[in-house]
């Protein structure tokens, strides 16, 4: 989705490094999610904000942290990264009401050697 | 969270229909069932969903059994663009959405 712009799109890094993974998106929702995903494996959620002022954790949160910066940004950060966190990870975006659809980036390809 | 299953792989021809089935045995009554698509290289995007009736858009059709404990993703006539993971995912509200390991859709040409 277009919408949802995820950088770098790529990176490889070492154990150790401070990353910080960023997210932004012109569809004015309020409510914004990351998410890993492993080889094989479904989506995992790592931390979400229904706005600017809530951060919720997700069901693995543990080596992360976010930063909700306004509306349109939400950041992850692994603040010194490990080998096990190599994975893809995934924005995405809701509207406030009920059941609507969330909006997904491309994603970042995330290496830690 | 109520749990889902589904078939880890299915093949169709392209052109044909194509039928993805989860259960949900455990889904509670103000839970929706969402179907969502992952295709190579790309984040996960929406497909359609519903709570009980049966439900029709321009990608898909879903077919809600009425005990709720089952669905079906109806693709009419599937193409290789349709090659893909098809999650079902149960949903309260506007709570995030919980993956499972979905059913991966090979379509043959």
């Known amino acids: 989705d277009a919408d949802v712009t995820q950088t770098p799109r790529n990176r490889i890094t070492k154990t150790g490094k401070r990353i910080m993974l960023e997210c932004s998106q012109t569809k004015g929702h309020d409510r914004m999610y990351w998410y890993r995903q492993d080889p094989g494996l479904g989506l995992r959620l790592i931390y979400y904000?229904?706005?600017?002022?809530?951060?919720n954790k997700g069901e693995i949160s543990d080596g992360y942290s976010v930063s909700r910066q306004a509306q349109a940004k939400f950041s992850l950060s692994l603040e010194s990264a490990i080998p096990n966190q190599t994975a893809l990870y995934f924005c995405a975006t809701s509207d406030l009401s009920s059941n609507q659809p969330q909006h997904f980036g491309d994603g970042t390809r995330l290496s830690i050697l | 969270d109520a749990k889902t299953t589904q078939p880890n792989s299915m093949e169709s021809n392209e052109e044909e229909p194509v039928h993805l089935p989860c259960n949900h045995s455990t889904i509670s009554g103000t839970d929706y069932i969402h179907w969502y698509r992952q295709l190579p290289s790309q984040g996960p995007e929406y497909v359609i969903h519903g709570l009980t009736s049966n439900v029709n858009n321009r990608m898909a059709s879903l077919a809600i059994a009425e005990d709720r404990k089952s669905s079906t993703l109806i693709l009419h006539r599937a193409t290789l663009r349709d090659a893909a993971v098809y999650y079902c995912?149960?949903?309260?509200?506007?709570?995030?959405?919980?993956f499972g390991k979905g059913t991966r859709l090979s379509v043959i040409a």
């Open positions: 904000s229904f706005d600017v002022k809530d951060i």
């Open positions: 995912i149960p949903r309260i509200g506007n709570t995030p959405l919980v």
